[in-house]
């Protein structure tokens, strides 16, 4: 379909295999991604100067490896993505699982490599943020600067929560609030319907408990009426109930 849009047309950059040119002001998760708030002067020049390209992932594929050069965050436009950390015995950690809206490689910054590997977790698609162009970008133009910073304030507070709960909470605790987030996290309304894209063992990874313990307990919030599984599919039928699991001391 033509797009309607009154801003000029962009010349066109070459594309290379499994990797797309950008097109943000068509993109149904602009809204929630770093381009949120822009004007079109500044999505012009975000598009140009800032995005790279658009990768397209087949599940399993790996978007970015640990230990190489950091030139470049992402931005996820599409499906979910996790990303591990190999521990001090060489088995993979999992960090955190990214979806629609949210920024990756923010942890690469102040080591100036990419300190994860990041593997989609079903088809997805990933927009490559040149960092050089960004900041220099965000001297133009305060709107960019002011959602950066919120979009890094929200990975900080995600990441706290996250260390706190592994330090405090119980099983009951810890996939509560898993489910939760797993349902607000995405770009647009919170959902009443997940699917979990991960497998258990990554869950269990992620939130430090054994796959024993996550089966376990998705099989008593279901017996409690708190939600629904069927297969990767979770519905949530009491949030409320969910949320006061989360937040119980």
């Known amino acids: 379909m033509q797009s309607t849009s009154t801003l000029p047309a962009r010349p066109a950059r070459p594309s290379q295999r499994g990797a797309l040119p950008p097109c943000c002001r068509d993109c149904d998760t602009r809204s929630h991604c770093l381009a949120a708030g822009l004007d079109a002067t500044a999505l012009e020049a975000f598009e140009h100067q800032v995005v790279l390209r658009r990768h397209e992932l087949n599940r399993h594929q790996r978007l970015v490896a640990r230990g190489a ?5 992402y931005s ?11 521990m001090p015995d060489g088995r993979p950690q999992v960090i955190g699982f990214y979806q629609p809206g949210r920024l990756l490689g923010l942890e690469s910054l ?3 490599t990419h300190r994860c590997d990041v593997l989609a977790l079903c088809d997805s698609t990933a927009c490559a943020i040149s960092y050089t ?4 970008l965000m001297k133009q133009y305060a709107a ?5 910073h919120q979009l890094v304030g929200a990975e900080l507070d995600r990441q706290q929560t996250s260390m706190l709960m592994l330090g405090t909470a119980k099983a009951p605790q810890r996939l509560a609030a898993f489910l939760l987030d797993l349902a607000d996290g ?4 919170p959902a009443d319907t997940v699917e979990l894209r991960m497998s ?9 408990l054994a796959l024993e313990s996550v089966s376990r307990q998705l099989t008593q919030f279901r017996a409690a009426g708190l939600l629904d599984v069927q297969n990767r599919r979770i519905k949530l039928l009491d949030r409320g109930g969910l949320r006061a699991i989360a937040v119980a001391g």
Do not use: C, M, Y
């Open 69 to 73: 050069p950091f030139d470049t965050l």
């Open 200 to 208: 258990r063992d990554d869950i269990a990874s992620h939130l430090g």
């Open 144 to 148: 960019l600067t002011r959602r950066f």
């Open 76 to 86: 996820v436009q599409h499906g979910q993505l996790k990303a591990e950390r190999a």
């Open 110 to 112: 102040a080591a100036n």
């Open 133 to 136: 162009g960004l900041t220099r």
């Open 186 to 189: 995405g770009a647009g309304e």
